[in-house]
């Protein structure tokens, strides 16, 4: 069992940026692979970011390439989202997830959620 809890979300105008937390418990988070995504109202949860359980793969969706970074400290028992050049239409709850199996950007292929963290960036 793992729990994710994101952080870090906010209002920001367009252009600033944004530093997203998510802390996992259990013993055995760096076994997971770990992904954020988003989800605007009216809208479909949009994948953003991956990466590998040890860090050594990273992929990203064209929406949010060049402008965020996915990180992770297993130390820590934490996953980042660093978000820079923020849009209006970066606008969404954000949420990270946990995959025990897959390395994936399917939101089905992930068995555990956060809550989700507000991110609202004005123009």
């Known amino acids: 069992q793992v729990q994710l809890v994101e952080s870090g979300g906010g209002l920001v105008q367009a252009g600033g940026s944004l530093r997203l937390s998510c802390a996992a418990s259990?013993?055995?988070?760096?076994?997971?692979?770990m992904g954020w995504f988003r989800q605007a109202p009216g809208k479909e949860r949009e994948f953003i970011a991956r990466i590998s359980s040890s860090g050594g793969s990273i992929t990203y969706a064209d929406s949010v390439k060049g402008r965020f970074t996915i990180s992770r400290d297993n130390a820590k028992n934490s996953v980042y989202l660093q978000m820079n050049s923020l849009k209006p239409e970066d606008t969404a709850v954000y949420y990270c997830?946990?995959?025990?199996?897959?390395?994936?950007?399917?939101?089905?292929?992930?068995?555990?959620w956060g809550q989700g963290t507000q991110v609202t960036v004005s123009s």
């Open positions: 259990g013993r055995t988070f760096s076994s997971y692979r």
């Open positions: 997830a946990a995959s025990a199996n897959f390395f994936t950007s399917r939101p089905g292929d992930y068995d555990y």
